[in-house]
């Protein structure tokens, strides 16, 4: 778990939070993937190669500033999600 503290108070989507994460953790953003349920916050991900995955959840704002320019895959369900990707 990286929370803002960890990112020295950068929120998202700054994008050196992004930046600190990977760092913190020695995560590769190009064999990473990043779930978030506000669209906006896809965009730094994206931009540093990580794949990403918008959980659309009806939250109000959610879909803000959304794009498919960064959005890998959309779903409802992260689990029922996770279990179509390994069934193939």
């Excluded at 990403?52 to 109000?60: A, F, I, K, Q, Y």
């Excluded at 960064?70 to 179509?84: A, C, K, P, R």
């Amino acid at each position: 778990i990286h929370d803002i503290h960890a990112s020295a108070y950068l929120p998202k989507p700054d994008p050196r939070a992004y930046a600190v994460m990977a760092s913190s953790f020695g995560i590769d953003p190009a064999q990473s993937i990043f779930v978030e349920d506000m669209a906006r916050n896809l965009r730094p991900a994206k931009a540093i190669g990580m794949t990403t995955l918008w959980v659309n959840n009806g939250s109000e704002y959610g879909d803000h500033d959304a794009s498919p320019d960064y959005i890998d895959y959309e779903t409802t369900d992260v689990g029922q999600w996770l279990h179509q990707l390994l069934e193939g």
